[in-house]
Each structure stands twice: as structure tokens, then as C-alpha cells.
């Protein structure tokens, strides 16, 4: 298609679509502050997902539900031009501390921005979907949704995520670690621990071993490397050994190869410690690979470029210091942005109940709507420049090639 691109046309496309934002403020605000009311984990976001879809059918989407063979995912479309943009909302919570990840700010941001844009999607010449990705905490939700189709044709995909304050809003150059996460399961023999414990295979001190072979490996990796795990069962009564202990664990890093490195030596603490105690361990993955992120430097300025209107701080980011999404995966197959949502006054950890706090006060919801706003600018600036456009809708009909031909 044919596309004019003056100054003063961008300025007014930004105007009302700002506005857009501007109207649907109540609605939006008012659908953020009950999904932080009722926070619903991974894959059982079902009143999340029907409150979402019902506003966004009530603003002109057509709503498809089960995206994926999962019942609390969905896609929401408008539109019908050869680019198709994806904007992801996230809406799962952690156990125990609710939105302390801050996806009730999340989702409110991608659907503020999917209904300004849905007005202009003819002019922009965009299909325009809104994807509702489940389990972004623990289970992978986009990870499965891109495996079974969900993302087929997408151009660019895009979604925020709120962090503690003083990040900087530009997100060029910053990423995400790779993480996997696992089971580790150790089995020994049961005996009584005080009338013949020598016949007994402790499961228990298998998973304490691992613990402390993992705590003395973190002296040697390389700082930006994680290891985190717990037990979660290592017996129940005191008076028989213990003969089964489960040890969930999962590893990060910032590249697939170091990755792969970690977990091996980590595999290795936990191969130790059935060796000592004389115990069987079998290795299981627990969820899908959360892939590293790439922001694309191109939708990375246009959002700089919004997020210096409401003066925010654009300062070259130094990157962040850790953490994880499923968001990764999107990343590596289409050109992705998912920049860091600073909230005033956050200096608190995010999964914590004090970042759950602040992901419901007006400071948040105030940039979480300067978000939505920018992300709406972001999508038209990308749609109107012909060379970025003409890069999004090829990269969608190669990965599609790409697709059809490991089908064939």
C-alpha cells in the first residue's frame, strides 16, 4: 500500500490516539484494579480472561477464546492490512503475593493501547491483535501459543512490563536471561530411623547435599548467572528415613550457550549428591525454555522517542541485572519490544507483597497509561515508515515460508 507520511499528519495521528487512551481511562483503570483484587495463577486466569475479552469486545474486537488449546488464552482482532501487530497482555499472578510481578499494569497497557488503536487500524493498514497470553510466571503460556500457531503472520509484537523506579524507559540494548526450569527427584529406601536406620537410603540428605553443592558452585559463575531451588518434599515424619526428596530448580543466564553450561555443572551437583548418599535421581524438565530477549532497535526509538514526550528518563540502559519471560521466545522469531515500565517511588523488589502494593496506586496506573499511549505511538510510527514497515510484513512472510516448509 501506499503510504504518505508528513509531520503534521503524525502529529495528529498522535493526538488521537492519545485521546483514545485519554477515553478509556475509567474502563481500563477500573478492569487493572480488579485484576489486582483477584490475582489467579498461572493457567487458571479464568476471571482475568473473560473481564479482558469483555472489554475489548465491547470495544469493537472480535474475541476468539482458547487461543492455542488453552482455555484461559485468547485473540482478539481487528482490521484486516497485510502488517499485522500483535500487542501481548499478560495476566497472571504469582502465588502468595499476588501482582507482584505487576501484570494487572501489564495487561491494562495493552489494551488501553489495542482500543485507541482499533479507530485507525483501516488507515494504518494493520490486523491488529490483542493476544492474551497465559502462564507468563510459571508454565511458558507464549512459549506454547508460538509453538501451535497463536503468532503465525505477526509483523512485530509488543507489551511492557513494570520494574522498581529508577530504570531508565529505553530499552535499546537491554535483554532478558534465557531461564529453564526442572525437577530434580532422588529415591532411596525407606527404614525406621531409630530401630534400623542403617537400612535406609536417605532421600533427605541427597537433597541437602545438592543444596550445599549448589551453594559453593555460585563462588565460581560469572556474576549475571542465577541457580535458585528449594524442597519441596524431603520426607514427613521423623521417625522413617526419608525415601523420596524433590528438589525443583531452574538456572539463568544471558546467552543459550552459557545457559546450557550452567545447567550441566548444576546437573552435576545433584549427580554428586546421589552418588553420596547412594540414592537414584531422574532429571525432568518442568516447564518450557524461556529464550533470552531481543528488543528491536527500531521499535526500541519510536518508544524512546513517546517516552521523551512525557519526560521520562532515556538514558542508554546499562541492562538489566536479571530476571526472565516467555516474551524471550516472541523475541527470537519476530522483531519484539517489551521495555521497563518504571513506577514512581518502587524501591522495593519486584515479587515481593510491597511491589504488589505499589502495583496498584496511582503512580502506577498514571504511567501505565502514559505506556498504553506510547505504545499505540509506537505501532502507528512503525506502520507509517515504509522501510520499517516493508522489514515487519517480510519478516512475517519469511518466518511463515520458514514454517510451511517444516510442515511440508
Known amino acids: 500500500m501506499e503510504i504518505t507520511n508528513t509531520a503534521s499528519q503524525d502529529e495528529g495521528l498522535r493526538t488521537v490516539l492519545a485521546d483514545g487512551v485519554a477515553s478509556w481511562k475509567p474502563r481500563v483503570r477500573a478492569l487493572s484494579e480488579d485484576l489486582h483484587a483477584n490475582p489467579e495463577i498461572s493457567f487458571e486466569e479464568v476471571r482475568a480472561a473473560e473481564a479482558i475479552t469483555s472489554l475489548l469486545s465491547e470495544g469493537g474486537f472480535d474475541v476468539t477464546h482458547g487461543t492455542a488449546d488453552l482455555p484461559t488464552a485468547f485473540t482478539a482482532s481487528a482490521g484486516s492490512g ?60 507464549k512459549v506454547l501459543m508460538l509453538e501451535r500457531g497463536a503468532f503465525d503472520g505477526v509483523g512485530l509484537a509488543l507489551m511492557v512490563h513494570p520494574v522498581q523506579d529508577g530504570v531508565t524507559y529505553n530499552p535499546a540494548g537491554t535483554t532478558a536471561q534465557a531461564v529453564g526450569r526442572y525437577e530434580a527427584v532422588f529415591t532411596g529406601k525407606a527404614a525406621h530411623a531409630a530401630a534400623a536406620p542403617h537400612m535406609g537410603v536417605n532421600a533427605g540428605d541427597a537433597a541437602v547435599l545438592s543444596q550445599v553443592a549448589i ?10 548467572h542465577r541457580v535458585a531451588c ?46 553420596a548418599t547412594g540414592t537414584t535421581l531422574d532429571i525432568t524438565a518442568a516447564e518450557p525454555l524461556y529464550e533470552p530477549l531481543i528488543q528491536d532497535a527500531e521499535l526500541a526509538a519510536h518508544w524512546t522517542e513517546a517516552m521523551d514526550v512525557f519526560g521520562k528518563d532515556t538514558s542508554p540502559a546499562a541492562g538489566m541485572g536479571g530476571g526472565s519471560t516467555d516474551m ?38 498514571a504511567v501505565m497509561f502514559e505506556a498504553a499511549t506510547a505504545l499505540a505511538w509506537t505501532v502507528a510510527g ?10 515487519f510484513v517480510r519478516a512475517a512472510y519469511r518466518r511463515e515460508a520458514t514454517i510451511q516448509e517444516a510442515s511440508s
Do not use: M
Not at 507482584?100 to 494493520?126: M, R, W
Open 215 to 224: 551453594g559453593l558452585l555460585r563462588q565460581q559463575i560469572p556474576g549475571d
Open 328 to 365: 524471550g521466545n516472541i523475541s527470537q522469531v519476530i522483531p519484539s519490544l517489551h521495555p521497563w515500565l518504571s513506577i514512581p517511588g518502587a524501591n522495593v523488589p519486584i515479587h515481593s507483597h510491597g511491589f504488589a502494593a505499589l502495583a496498584n496506586t496511582p503512580e502506577a496506573y
Open 82 to 141: 497485510d502488517l499485522t501487530v500483535a500487542l501481548c497482555v499478560e495476566y497472571d499472578a504469582l502465588p502468595s503475593v499476588g501482582h507482584a510481578c505487576g501484570h494487572n499494569l501489564i495487561a491494562g497497557a495493552s489494551v488501553a493501547a489495542a482500543l485507541a488503536l482499533l479507530p485507525y487500524v483501516d488507515e494504518l493498514g494493520i490486523t491488529l491483535k490483542a493476544i492474551g497470553t497465559p502462564a507468563e510466571e510459571h508454565g511458558g503460556g
Open 382 to 391: 512503525a506502520a507509517n515508515n515504509p522501510q520499517q514497515r516493508d522489514r
Open 230 to 275: 528449594y524442597v519441596a518434599e524431603a520426607g514427613h515424619v521423623t521417625n522413617i528415613i526419608p525415601d523420596r526428596a524433590v528438589v525443583p530448580f531452574e538456572c539463568r543466564a544471558f546467552t543459550l550457550p552459557e545457559y546450557e553450561a550452567l545447567l550441566e555443572r548444576v546437573k552435576r551437583c545433584f549427580e554428586g549428591a546421589a552418588i
